[in-house]
């Protein structure tokens, strides 16, 4: 390592305030400016069919500022992903040359013949500002638990440092390069396969993009349909031709069924989690007993349209960290779910067909207060049935379906004994805000140095311990079962049949490999 690299990396704590302030000052109204002009005649690429997407011109389509999917999915052919994580969880990066970590440090080395859309080359100044853009930014900085700040060395050196030693970090950095100092544009200059036209009513190919020649479009139009009328009647005719479907939502649009969909899991968890003011749910036995109680498959396949991939961890499933044999042990099976609250000392004690909870050597009674947001699909069907199920046994659960308001209310406030939630969990699998005691998403009060610990040791791993370190955390975990993981999101990216093929969406980027796609 450069002497010079290593100075930095003594001062760079020193000086790291001074980072976080230059780009966290009061933010002027942003400006409409222009989309860089493309000047001369574009190369042709063998396919040069149309293609459209929607947009919404009143919307910023600056990846840090964007509101609407729409923009943000136009966003994905502009700006380039520091790193891409597909759909197997497999890291990749079109941008980062090398990588190498010590302690609390990475070291980036980027590839600076790319060039930019104004014509300029990629410098690691550009890595760093998008970092600093995304870190302050609602929509990207809940996957910064461990960052602490970044820096360049030179046009070719990223160097970024974190609070505690994390070789997971590259999987949180699947964020957008903009342009340094462009922060406030509505169009920022990027380095992804296309850039904006001229008049700002399309996308085209961008020339000195390196996998310009097979690139499937040269021009794609933005289109403007507001209403969901008119959004799914332009899918349906033509003018649109790919959208992103979220069918566990409430907005959830209908399409028609002579289209072609591929899906793509995103880390938005659903699980159950538990107040540790409650007696009975306290114990982690009693939670272990309830994994049983829970048919993942249905929920993510029957109740969730399929759309949803079943979990028993805070662990992408199709990752090769995720174990199979730790997820076959917590199985459907409510003979093991009866077996394991005997265990836990939860019995029949008074032959009535209900299980008591022993307090002082006395029989109590069990009502646990379940409580749901209504106004996500299909959550309110997986609660009442892992309610039924429980019943089955004697352990009766009472699930209370509210509206976002009420249930927020509820949540903060600690009315409830069980809750089932929804959050976007980092890409390093980092849900320590969970169990810290001001953590923003213990909302159950667990605390737990335990489980604090074999993350930190799971981040901490190397290549060759990686697997071992994360069966550990996946065992303590389900042994103690702080939450009851449920399944991961999945969203439909929806095509006409025979359009195109090659297309292998993930979550970040649904052009993933665009310059694969091929058109029939």
Known sequence: MKKDTLFIFLIITVILSIIFLSGCGEEKEAEITPP?????????????????????KSDSFNPYQAQTQENRLVGQLVYENIFEVDENYNLSSN???????????????????????DGSNLTAKDLTYSLSQAFGSRRFNGRFNTYQGAMA????????STTKPNKMLPYVLNVPIIKAGQAKEITPIGCGPYMFSE????????????????????????????????????????????????????????????????????LNLHYFGFNMADEFVSKPGVRYAMQFALNREEAAKVFLNNNALPTVAAVHPRSELYSQDLARSVNYNMDSCLTSFNNAGVTDADNDGKLENMMYGIPVEINVDLIVCADGAGKGDIARKFAKELSTIGVTVSVRELSW??????????EFDMYYAEVRIPGDFN?????????????GKILDDELIYVIDDFLAAGDDTRADKCYNMMNVFLNKSPIIPICFERRELIMHRNFVTGVDPCDGNVFFGVANWRIH
Do not use: C
Not at 95 to 117: A, P
Not at 220 to 232: V, W
Not at 436 to 441: A, I, M, Q
């Open 36 to 56: 860089p002009k493309v000047e001369g005649e574009s190369k042709k690429s063998d396919a040069g069919s149309s293609f459209a997407l929607n947009s919404n």
């Open 95 to 117: 941008v980062v040359l090398e990588k190498e970590t010590r302690d609390n440090m990475w070291i980036f080395k980027i590839d600076t013949s790319i060039k930019m859309h």
């Open 153 to 160: 060395s030179g046009d070719d050196t990223l160097i970024v």
């Open 199 to 266: 008049d700002g009513n399309s996308l085209v190919a961008f020339d000195e993009y390196k996998k310009r020649d097979t690139l499937p479009f040269d021009i794609i139009e933005l289109k403007e349909y507001e209403t969901i009328e008119e959004r799914i009647d332009a899918f349906e005719d033509g003018e649109v031709n790919l959208v992103v479907n979220d069918r566990t939502g409430k907005n959830s649009l209908g399409y028609g069924g002579k289209n072609e969909i591929r899906y793509f899991t995103t």
């Open 405 to 414: 308001q009420d249930y927020n209310t509820a949540l903060q406030e600690g």
């Open 431 to 443: 849900i320590q805000n969970m169990f810290e005691e001001e953590g923003s998403l213990n909302f």
